[in-house]
């Protein structure tokens, strides 16, 4: 039950884009097409933004996109607003848990 | 509206006992597994525990195993998590989801604290 592997912090200006990667291994991230991401704002609950790899919740902005290529998935954020700055999550299905990743700081300069 | 409602939180002394609960509404409880997720001060999110909708189901973290059990009454839309042999590494913020699917939290409560300090 190893957590899965995101940078500490990414950061980007409004406008641009930005990707986000999630690392994990064959038996969770590789595994199988489960892995969400969640947005957290200081002192709030977190937000799902995307799941099953690529599907996002009625309410999320299509700005927010998803994909993955075998151990490792990718967030990335398009059109970058201030709204956007929070951290970041990915979580993937196991055979037996839910495992989510270290986290990652978005700043948006 | 799916609404989740921690409650059991606060302050107990190491290897001490306590009991969270968690209730549901806006949804049919009994058709969703529910887990509890944690967060320590300042750190990232940790699976803690998973049940499926009817109950007979249940996993844990390894961190947790054997010190923790999840459960769940359907007859009144609530989920518990039963917190024994408590240590100082268990202080977080727990909280209450609903999953979708495999895996995914679509839900989340708003949290409720447990401090685990002498």
């Known amino acids: 039950q190893s957590a899965l592997t995101q940078p500490a912090s990414v950061s980007g200006s409004p406008g641009q884009s930005i990707t986000i990667s999630c690392t994990g291994i064959s038996s969770d991230v590789g595994g199988y097409n489960y892995v969400s991401w969640y947005q957290q704002y200081p002192g709030k609950a977190p937000k799902l933004m995307i799941y099953?790899?690529?599907d996002r919740p009625s309410g999320v902005s299509n700005r927010f996109s998803g994909s993955k290529s075998g151990n490792t998935a990718s967030l990335t954020i398009s059109g970058l607003q201030a709204e956007d700055e929070a951290d970041y999550y990915c979580?993937?299905?196991?055979?037996?848990?839910?495992?989510f990743g270290g986290g990652t700081k978005l700043t948006v300069l | 509206e799916v609404q989740l409602s921690e409650s059991g939180g606060g302050l107990v002394q190491p290897g001490g006992s306590l009991r969270l609960s968690c209730a549901a509404s806006g949804f049919t409880f009994s058709n969703y597994a529910m887990s509890w997720v944690r967060q320590a001060p300042g750190k990232g999110l940790e699976w803690v525990s998973g049940?499926?909708?009817?109950?007979?189901?249940?996993n844990y973290a390894d961190s947790v195993e054997g010190r923790f059990t999840i459960s769940r009454d359907n007859s009144k839309n609530t989920l518990y998590l039963q917190m024994n042999s408590l240590r100082a590494e268990d202080t977080a913020v727990y909280y209450c989801?609903?999953?979708?699917?495999?895996?995914?939290?679509?839900?989340w409560g708003q949290g409720t604290l447990v401090t685990v300090s002498s």
């Open positions: 099953d790899v690529s």
């Open positions: 979580s993937s299905y196991t055979s037996s848990s839910t495992v």
């Open positions: 989801t609903k999953q979708e699917g495999y895996g995914a939290v679509d839900y």
């Open positions: 049940i499926s909708g009817s109950g007979s189901s249940t």
